[in-house]
């Protein structure tokens, strides 16, 4: 089974979309929202439980890494797992255990317990973004692959949206405990999930050989798929440190500079999210039309200026505006990542990779905020946010000299 020499013939004109492969779409999505919701309200909350649980700055910090930590490991074990059980049957028990271990947080007594539930939750939320890749581009037709990966996409921003501006008004009503109970809702809609979507055809006709690593060694399997899997984990670190690093410091970079409250940096968070999500959908678009590396490209091009420009603005309504363009810059990749290893792996390894290839890069992505933070401390936050301007350059180089052109073709 050959990874990197996909059959020529395998474009094709337009192919119907039907109820399933809607049904695979809207599942996936949620998947990726309800990860999206989760992380960045545990970074609104983490104040308010340090304060009850006497936790120190080390300890609350720690419930990100740890968080992130899981999501790794729970992103390879899921994602070979997919390859071998099924997509939709191991993306139900990644939203099962996501929703339960959110929820017993609301239970926890102290830091311990807290860090053993924030730990397991994260081990379902890692498998959910593969996963859900995998089965959209496998139910969707070739000429909307890109697209269609950047809407499962759009349910991380969605995620993430619905956090930054649910947060501040419940939380003082309902408290953090509260917030973590709200976690309980996707386990409803696990048993949706697994009675609603059947598993892809092209999964159960080419579904991993026998053997738990055959998925994880089809990533290695020679010297040039070796070097694809090593220029899309490094897109996909990029991706994910610059993700973090801008968006989990954003709040203080504007309270520290600008004095910006709660509320307001809610908004202006909000305003950059949106245009990361413009920013996915029109990269869909884009990629479909023009092909995956013209649109990649373009994006890291873009990501690159307006870093450096967002770094010097100071004007209230130019940083609104200009937080919207940089997001959709640096997030507008989003969706691109499933699309690609959708296009370069096989079934029999194509959720292995995209949750491994993806994860490798989030545990990458966990040192943004140390990066950021130490480099805000060492300089200043618009040194440290213009220094991340540094690894979109690298995230061009790669993709200009090993990322190669798949458009429309059909999966293997």
Known sequence: MDITNHSAAAAVGPAPVDAYAKRALGASMLGYAMDGFDLLILGFMLK???????????????????????????????GILSDHVGRVRVLTWTILIFALFTGLCALATGYRDLLVYRTIAGLGLGGEFGIGMAL??????????????????LGWQAGVLLAALATPLLLPVIGWRGMFAVGLLPALVSFLVRRAVGEPAGFVAHKSPT???ASLRLLVKDWATTKLSFALFVLCSVQNFGYFGLMIWLPSYLSTRFGYGLTQSAVWTGV???????????????ADRIGRRP??????????????VYSQL????????????????????????????????????????????????RAVGGFGPLVVGSLASAYSFSAAIALLATIYVLDMIVTFLLIPERRGLALD
């Open 48 to 78: 308010a439980i340090s304060a009850e649980l006497g936790l120190s700055g080390a300890e609350a910090g720690s419930l990100v890494t740890w968080t992130l930590g899981g999501a790794v490991v729970g992103g390879v074990v899921f």
């Open 136 to 153: 959209a581009a496998e139910a969707w037709p070739p000429r909307l692959r890109a697209r269609v990966s950047s809407y499962v996409g």
């Open 211 to 213: 053997g738990w690593l």
């Open 272 to 286: 950059t999210i949106l245009g990361m999500a413009l920013g996915i959908l029109a990269f869909g678009e884009l």
């Open 295 to 308: 649109a990649f490209l373009s994006y890291q091009a873009g990501a690159v200026v307006m870093v450096l």
């Open 314 to 361: 100071t004007d209230p309504t130019a940083l609104l505006i200009g937080g919207a363009v940089m997001g959709l810059f640096v997030n507008g990749m989003l969706g691109g990542y499933g699309t690609l290893m959708s296009e370069l792996y096989p079934t029999a390894a194509r959720a292995t990779a995209q949750n491994v290839l993806f994860n490798l890069g």
